[in-house]
Every structure is written in C-alpha cells, then in structure tokens.
C-alpha cells in the first residue's frame, strides 16, 4: 500500500489503475446525492480487497481483516481534537456526526490488509506513526467530501494536527504502566531490571495504551520488537463501544485468556460503579514476569477508587487456560 500511505503529505495518495480494480458497493444510508459510502481497491485477480472505505450503520458494523486493531496490530492512536475513533497499522475509524436533522450517528472505516502483517504489539517506528496519521488524515477528508456532496448539517471533520506520544520514562518498581501496585493479597513477582521502560501511545481519559520494553543490548527493542508488556484500559464512550462487540461467551466481570506463542493474553470487562472498562494485559512467557491474569487481577484493584470494579472472576470458559 505504498501508493495509498507513503509518507507523503495528505491528498497525495494515489490508486495506479494499471494494476488495481476499484469497486463501488455503495448503500443510501441517509446520503440522499452521495452514494459512495463503500469501495474497495482489488490486487489483479484478487478476490479479497487490500484496502476498503465504508460508512457503518453502527460501531458493531465495523469490520477488521483478521481481527481488531487493538488485538493484532501496533499500538492505537487516539485522534484527538474532539473525536471519537483510533488508527493503527490495520487502518482508522472516526464516529461521524449526523448528517441530517433526524439521522443517526454514523462511523467512518478505512482498513488495509498489508502483504506482511505487523508482529502482534510491534514496537511502533516514526515512519509507522506517520503512516497512521497520514492514514487517518486519509479517512477524514474522504468522509468529508462525502459529506460536502451529500449536504450534510454541520461543519467539516477536523482533521488531527500530529500527536506525538509521551515519551518513554523508566519501569520502576511497584508500579505498572503509571499505576502503583497492591501490596496485597499477594505481591507480585514484578522487579522490572534497570533497563525496562514503558512508552504510551494512548493516554487520556479514554484509552491507556502502554508498552513495557526491554532496552537492554541484543534484546530486540529496535522499531518493529515486540515487547515484554503491554496492558490497554478502555473507559466511557470508547469501553461501551468495544464492549457492544464483544462476544456473549465472554461474560461481564470474569478474566478471558488465551494462549499465544511465547506470550500469554487476557482481557476483562464490566460495567462497574464508576462506568464501562475493558482492561487487556498480555505478557511475554518468561520466568521473571507474573500471568497475565496476576498483573490484570492487580491492575483492577489498584484502580477500585477509580473504577469501582469487583475482583474478577476465573475463566470459565471451556478449555480455557
């Protein structure tokens, strides 16, 4: 997807026609003059689209290759200036205001499926993060064009001026990803080494997004690594969407994990006292860092002031470890 997201300034992407096939597949959805709510680009010969742009009905319309961002692909990045939505290397979503008096909300899509897929939780690069802005900057003045055809109420998107995350501080003892740790029931076997930092690609009151990475020599913490972390919270508008998704075999208030190769994955869920949260840790398999669930059952109860969540329950899924 060179042509497409190139580190070229936004309005300079381009679809060769020699080697790509553009297809409409477009529904009214309260557009009345504007029907191009849906394209796709093909590879010659190719049956499924290497890039797509939609307007959705609903968040739960949304749809991922090979999953959602936030599970398989490099960390998010919130959008800022107002806006409900996140990019990643998979691609971008905006909530999309109203276009008539009496119309509903809508969500702007756009998402690629690369020819290599990112390592799960790459350690994201500056060119990778330029990508996604020029991606999501992509998505919004795709939508409002729509929008300008359409008629629609309102002022135009705004697109996000360039956000660079916090930068990198120590792993200190004690503490996780900002949050200091209970000292009970039990501690924790967590004693980051001198050379662990943690680095954020999300952080407000709507998404925590955190990378905990060993810079040691030799240890593969360049752009691109994958790292020894990475915990995600999800509050207010951004957790009631998310957890619209989710699958009934998870239930409210229980641990969901899954194994991985040389890693292992849980996520959590409620919509405790002070509001909606999904927490998700994973954790690489080696003998100086707690599960996954040990850090995320630690997790929840350092926020209980601020979350007002119960202790979570086991996995109770079949065949779960």
């Known amino acids: 997807m060179a042509e497409l997201l190139g580190s070229a300034p936004s309005g300079n992407a381009s679809v060769s026609a020699k080697s790509r096939t553009y297809q409409d597949r477009s529904e009214p959805l309260?557009?009345?003059t504007a029907y191009e709510t849906y394209c796709q680009v093909l590879e010659p010969g190719g049956v499924l689209p290497v890039f797509e742009y939609a307007i959705r009905r609903t968040y739960q319309d949304i749809q991922w290759p090979g999953g959602l961002p936030a599970a398989d692909s490099g960390p998010i990045l919130l959008l800022g200036e107002g806006l409900v939505g996140s990019s990643s290397q998979a691609g971008a979503w905006i909530?999309?205001?109203q276009c008539r008096a009496d119309d509903g909300t809508r969500y702007a899509q756009i998402a690629m499926r690369p020819s290599q897929r990112p390592a799960p939780n790459?350690?994201?690069?500056?060119?990778?993060?330029?990508?996604?802005?020029?991606?999501?900057?992509?998505?919004?003045?795709?939508?409002?064009?729509?929008?300008?055809?359409?008629?629609?109420?309102?002022?135009?998107?705004?697109?996000?001026?360039?956000r660079t995350p916090p930068a990198s501080v120590p792993a200190l003892p004690g503490s996780l990803c900002g949050?200091?740790?209970?000292?009970?029931?039990?501690?924790?076997?967590?004693?980051p080494a001198a050379t662990w930092t943690e680095s954020w690609s999300g952080f407000d009151d709507r998404l925590e997004d955190c990378l905990?990475?060993?810079?040691?020599?030799?240890?593969?913490?360049?752009a691109g690594a994958r790292p020894l972390l990475r915990v995600q919270t999800y509050r207010g508008e951004l957790a009631r969407l998310e957890i619209?998704?989710?699958?009934?075999?998870?239930?409210?208030?229980?641990?969901?994990?899954?194994q991985l190769q040389g890693a292992q994955s849980t996520f959590y869920w409620g919509v405790?006292?002070?509001?909606?949260?999904?927490?998700?840790?994973?954790?690489?398999?080696?003998?100086?860092?707690?599960?996954?669930?040990?850090?995320?059952?630690?997790?929840?109860?350092a926020n209980t002031s601020r979350d007002g969540c119960s202790p979570p329950g086991p996995d109770i899924r079949a065949g779960s470890t």
Do not use: F, W
Not at 272 to 300: K, Q
């Open 212 to 222: 905990v990475v060993d810079n040691a020599p030799g240890t593969g913490s360049e």
């Open 95 to 97: 909530r999309v205001p």
């Open 272 to 301: 405790c006292a002070n509001g909606p949260v999904i927490y998700r840790v994973e954790t690489a398999t080696r003998a100086d860092l707690p599960t996954a669930e040990s850090l995320l059952t630690a997790l929840i109860a």
């Open 244 to 258: 619209s998704v989710i699958q009934e075999g998870d239930p409210a208030g229980t641990m969901h994990t899954t």
């Open 30 to 32: 309260a557009y009345p």
């Open 179 to 191: 949050t200091v740790l209970p000292a009970s029931p039990a501690p924790l076997r967590y004693a």
């Open 122 to 162: 790459a350690l994201q690069s500056a060119d990778g993060l330029r990508r996604r802005q020029s991606l999501v900057a992509m998505l919004i003045e795709t939508t409002n064009a729509l929008r300008t055809k359409a008629g629609c109420i309102g002022d135009p998107i705004p697109i996000p001026a360039p």
